[in-house]
């Protein structure tokens, strides 16, 4: 008999083109695991009432729907909507996915909250492409939980297509900017930034750890599938050291 495979089904922004390749890469270390996707609309990132039904549940579950066809063993949502929306979001989309299609769900946001905690940084920073308003919001809900943004850089872009194609300069030197702050961690808070790759090289310059929210929700579906994150080297400190 083959070993049995470890498939991870990851739902995905429809104009994202990070996320993809980076979570192959990530899991392309641990045998016997793949990554597949299913897409959504999702073309902007604001706070008009437009952009926020591209995160109607309704949507989200028919792409669930899709991934459950292909047997996978738990579904993450590789995405940053709960930040500004509310983390509650993302915990009923979660007990929605499971209740439609019998697979256990998680989330990028959920995963980067539960490292926080799990390693005791509650003064953390934000780097995003975002705008004023979405980034004050984010920086606003975790305040309600108990956590201190202690520094943020945005970019004021809206098209979640354009957040790829920030360069690796730029994204440097927002991670300078918020780490002068001198934060516990620092979140790459989007995932279609082509951030996850950086994070070693940042982490070596800095000082500091830097969560990936394309990498977070693949720590947490390694997790929930048995697999140790440990095994995975070269994408920075949280899979080694946040247990």
């Known amino acids: ?49 437009a952009a926020l039904g591209q995160f109607d549940d309704s949507k989200i579950l028919a792409a669930a729907q899709l991934l459950a066809d292909a047997r996978v063993d738990v579904i993450g949502w590789s995405g940053t909507a709960a930040g500004w929306m509310g983390f509650e979001q993302d915990r009923r989309l979660c007990a929605r996915i499971q209740e ?42 975790y305040a309600r939980e108990g956590f201190e943004c202690v520094a943020e850089s945005g970019l004021g872009i809206s098209e979640n297509f354009a957040f790829s194609e920030v360069d690796a300069e730029t994204l440097t030197r927002q991670v300078r900017e918020v780490a002068a702050a001198k934060p516990e961690a620092i979140a790459t808070y989007c995932t279609n930034l082509r951030a996850a790759h950086l994070v070693p090289r940042w982490e070596a310059e800095f000082g500091i750890p830097v969560f990936d929210t394309v990498s977070t929700v693949v720590w947490s579906m390694l997790r929930m599938t048995g697999h140790d994150p440990a095994r995975i080297t070269g994408w920075g400190r949280l899979f080694q050291e946040v247990k």
């Open 1 to 49: 008999m083959p070993a049995k495979r470890t498939l991870l089904g990851v739902l995905t922004p429809s104009s994202n083109t990070a996320l993809e390749p980076l979570t192959s890469a990530i899991v392309a270390e641990i045998p016997g695991v793949s990554a597949h996707f299913s897409r959504f609309t999702v073309t902007r990132i604001t706070l008009d009432q």
């Open 100 to 141: 439609a299609t019998g697979i256990p769900a998680t989330t990028s946001i959920l995963a980067l909250n539960e490292i926080l905690e799990r390693s005791g940084r509650k003064r953390f920073a934000v780097v995003s492409p975002y705008t004023d308003d979405v980034q004050q919001r984010i920086v606003a809900n």
